[in-house]
């Protein structure tokens, strides 16, 4: 009686175990098939998604399609040419392209009240 719970308890545990998901992390930037940029969804060429600018100092780098880059760096058939915050910008032939970090995003200028 005791083997019978046993295993029981084992079929249990294994049939649990086959039900789990594994866990999503939400920090890492999505993969093929997921979330494509306008740029590649409209079948532009090129590169198509900054996903992240790090600027200090001592470098500059900009994370490109999953891919880490520096200035004068290529992907692609395009050369990185500048990065500043929140966009780069890329170079093919005579033809510049920026990418923003934030494409759907519009800075604005907010006017300053006049102090009276």
Request: glycine share 10%.
């Amino acid at each position: 009686m005791a083997q019978r719970l046993m295993l029981l308890g084992a079929l249990l545990v294994q049939g649990a175990a086959a039900l789990a998901q594994p866990l999503a992390d939400p920090m890492r930037p999505p993969g093929p098939g997921l979330a494509q940029p306008a740029a590649a969804a409209a079948g532009a060429p090129g590169p198509g998604r900054l996903q992240s600018v790090l600027i200090s100092p001592t470098r500059r780098v900009a994370v490109i399609d999953g891919q880490a880059m520096s200035v004068g760096e290529r992907i692609g058939d395009a050369t990185l040419v500048a990065i500043e915050a929140g966009e780069v910008t890329l170079q093919r032939g005579a033809e510049r392209r920026t990418l923003k970090l934030h494409a759907d995003i519009e800075k604005k200028e907010v006017p300053t009240p006049s102090r009276r």
